[in-house]
């Protein structure tokens, strides 16, 4: 049963639309969050009224698009074991609904409304869920409520409890104990999560499954893009660099780094917004440096990959690029977190990144498995490139290392998928 913290949420959180209401004039990113909501139930209806009624429908929420990327397997993997299955999937972030919101096995991608006992009780009324599956985290416990009252099986996938995770604050372990209890299975990334979740927070059913990742980037892998794919004899007989998901903080180490090896290392540049404000930015600040480049969007046959640097200015290409790649160089990891670097390491090359990857525990892993290294600034960056452009075997070791690692992490989907499977009264025919 919930405990007085759960309890005392409740009460305070009718204070949220009031609290809303008043800051959010003040505050860009409230604002949006207010104005995005508007007609939320109305739309939601509209959109499950098009669907005839499901014998069974799962519900997913997910707090942004990596979170989502996650989920991306199981659902797949369930609508191929269960044809009759109805999903619909909820984002708190305007990046993630925005990214997702035509997902095609998804009969309606919605915002997730503010967590008031009345909204949670509104929503769950509306969508009849029969299975909930959060992902990773974003909890909000009105919500959580309402659907365990209503008797939906809860089911949280990849959750991770780190060692510095709020979870373990004194003041607020009792509040997440409340919350996981909550759920009737949890799926761990890994084996401390899974002993974290049940001698710390006293959870019983508790598998440890892996990340679901891990099988969506092995799949894609297998299945690569014909964009892509046209690139591969353009840059056959060359060694690449492609740097992903790159910010400002990044190209500043990355490009100096990297020009003294341009004649062997070709350089394919995917920066994480593609805006044009933002290309332009980059095709000038090469031009400074005397580097001629080349966006993908403009490229035909004269693209010369031993002296011209191309730019991907254009959503979609990035984790397909890495099969054209010898090395890979990781953003994101000099600002807040590094981005994906299970895409990379999938296709069996070394992954490179910044100081900045303690939110993702599957790059610490890829480091301990000899498949990535870390880097603190420019000088480190260009010895590692440098030590991988000229000793093939110490490239291929490392490659090799990274692949295996993804590999012994495949998995987890299934598991996942046969657990809520069972949890659905539904048996494979």
């Given amino acids: ?64 698009v990596g979170e989502f990327e996650q989920a991306r397997p199981v659902i797949a993997k369930l609508r191929r074991r269960m044809p009759n299955l109805d999903v619909v999937v909820s984002f708190l972030s305007d990046s993630g609904y925005e990214a997702r919101k035509d997902f095609s096995d998804a009969s309606a991608v919605f915002y997730l409304p503010l967590d008031t006992p009345d909204n949670a009780r509104r929503m769950v009324e509306l969508v009849r869920p029969d299975i909930f599956m959060l992902m990773r985290y974003d909890f909000w416990p009105n919500h959580l409520e309402a659907l365990k009252r209503s008797g939906t099986t809860m089911v949280l996938a990849a959750a991770a409890l780190p060692s510095g995770s709020l979870c373990f604050n004194p003041l607020l372990k009792g509040f997440y104990r409340d919350l996981f209890s909550l759920f009737d299975v949890i799926f761990t990334v890994g084996e401390t999560d899974r002993e974290a979740f ?65 004649e062997k290392l070709s350089l394919v540049l995917v920066p994480h ?19 001629d480049a080349v966006t993908i969007s403009t490229m035909d046959e004269s693209f010369d990959p031993s002296r011209q640097v191309l730019v991907v200015d254009q959503t979609g290409y990035l984790a397909e690029l890495y099969t054209i790649a010898s090395i890979a160089y990781v953003g994101g990891a000099f600002g807040v977190n590094v981005h994906n670097t299970i895409e990379p390491a999938v296709h069996g090359i070394p992954v490179l990144f910044g100081p900045n990857y303690g939110k993702s525990p599957e790059a610490q892993e890829l480091i301990d498995a000899g498949g990535a290294r870390t880097i603190d600034g420019e000088a480190g960056l260009r010895e590692a490139l440098k030590r991988f452009a000229d000793d093939p075997k110490q490239l291929r070791v490392a490659g090799d290392r990274a692949g295996a690692f993804v590999k012994s992490r495949l998995g987890a989907t299934l598991i996942i998928a046969e657990t809520i499977e069972q949890l659905s009264g539904n048996r494979p025919s």
């Fill in 1 to 64: 049963m919930p405990g007085l913290s759960l309890a005392a949420y409740r009460i305070l959180s009718h204070l949220l639309p009031g609290l809303l209401r008043l800051l959010s004039p003040r505050i860009r990113d409230l604002k949006t969050f207010r104005e995005l909501r508007k007609g939320l139930f109305d739309d939601i209806g509209r959109k499950l009224r098009a669907v005839p009624a499901p014998s069974c429908r799962l519900w997913v929420h997910a707090s942004s």
């Fill in 273 to 291: 917004k593609v805006d044009r404000p933002n290309i332009d930015r980059i095709m000038a600040g090469l031009r400074e440096r005397g580097l």
């Fill in 198 to 262: 049940m001698t710390s927070f006293g959870c019983r059913n508790v598998v440890q499954a892996g990340d679901p990742r891990f099988d969506q980037v092995y799949e894609r892998q297998r299945n690569s893009d014909e964009r892509a794919a046209k690139l591969n004899p353009l840059f056959r007989g060359r060694s690449v660099l492609v740097a992903g998901s790159t910010w400002e903080p990044d190209e500043s180490v990355l490009l100096p780094s990297w020009l003294p090896l341009r």
